[in-house]
């Protein structure tokens, strides 16, 4: 598509709606960025009984800055069922910092599927998502990091 990060930043920011419980948004291979993350972060910060996340922006102009709002706005304490696809992005560790930190927050999160192959995360950055992972129940977790420089401290 030839969606732009002004495009992105618009649609994100119309998703406010604390009624919103089910979200599923594809942007991947679009031109998208920083801009549209910071929104869509703001967005679901005012979900309060948001229950299902989808969100692929892989493949787009997404850097740290714009991963770690994104991933702040996931402290969502209804969140059931999530699946973050942020592969083949210039994030980072400090969105891999902010989503351990937001995970902690999902007290019933059963289901995560996080790809963050082909970014720039670090065992810095795996070891604290790796933490936040740790206090969740989850049922069912496909965590997917080749091709980057995480090690033996990501390990959960």
């Known amino acids: 598509t030839k969606l732009t990060d002004h495009g992105g930043q618009a649609l994100a920011e119309g998703l406010k709606s604390p009624e919103l419980n089910d979200l599923e948004l594809h942007l991947p291979d679009t031109a998208v960025g920083d801009n549209t993350a910071i929104a869509l972060g703001s967005s679901l910060r005012a979900c309060d009984k948001l229950e299902k996340a989808k969100v692929l922006l892989c493949s787009s102009q997404l850097t740290d800055h714009g991963g770690q709002a994104l991933t702040e706005g996931l402290k969502c304490p209804e969140l059931r ?14 969105t891999a910092i902010a989503l351990g930190s937001s995970l902690r927050a999902c007290d019933n999160l059963k289901r995560a599927l996080l790809t963050l192959y082909s970014t720039q995360l670090t065992d810095h950055g795996g070891q604290a998502l790796s933490e936040g992972l740790k206090c969740l129940e989850l049922r069912d977790l496909v965590l997917v990091l080749h091709d980057t420089t995480v090690g033996d401290n990501t390990a959960i």
């Open 81 to 94: 069922d999530l699946e973050l696809v942020l592969h083949d992005t210039a994030v980072g560790d400090n």
